[in-house]
């Protein structure tokens, strides 16, 4: 069982920059690969990014590929989203997602844990 919670959306101007975290508990975090999903309002759930377990492969929506990245730290269970430049369109509540599985994959249905969601407002 792995258990997320992400932090560090808020309220941004268009062209800022935000940081999101999510911790993981558990002991295995380096078993799971780890992404990151959106959710804007009216819209379907859509890939963000994800990462192997040791760290290597990101793999990114071509929409933030550039302004985006993911990163993880397994000594601290922890993965990050750095998100650059950001845009009215990147409105979402963004997801924490973990799969036990070995493939950096985008489909939302091969994540196994999913985060509560946190919020991120860009205005124009």
């Known amino acids: 069982q792995v258990q997320l919670v992400e932090s560090g959306g808020g309220l941004v101007q268009a062209g800022g920059s935000l940081r999101l975290s999510c911790a993981a508990s558990?002991?295995?975090?380096?078993?799971?690969?780890m992404g990151w999903f959106r959710q804007a309002p009216g819209k379907e759930r859509e890939f963000v990014a994800a990462i192997s377990r040791r760290g290597g492969g990101p793999n990114y929506a071509d929409s933030v590929k550039g302004r985006f990245t993911i990163s993880r730290d397994n000594a601290k269970n922890t993965v990050y989203l750095q998100m650059n430049s950001l845009k009215p369109e990147d409105t979402a509540v963004y997801y924490c997602?973990?799969?036990?599985?070995?493939?950096?994959?985008?489909?939302?249905?091969?994540?196994?844990?999913w985060g509560q969601g946190t919020q991120v407002t860009v205005s124009s």
């Open positions: 558990g002991r295995t975090f380096s078993s799971y690969v």
């Open positions: 997602v973990a799969t036990s599985g070995v493939v950096v994959t985008t489909i939302p249905s091969r994540y196994d844990y």
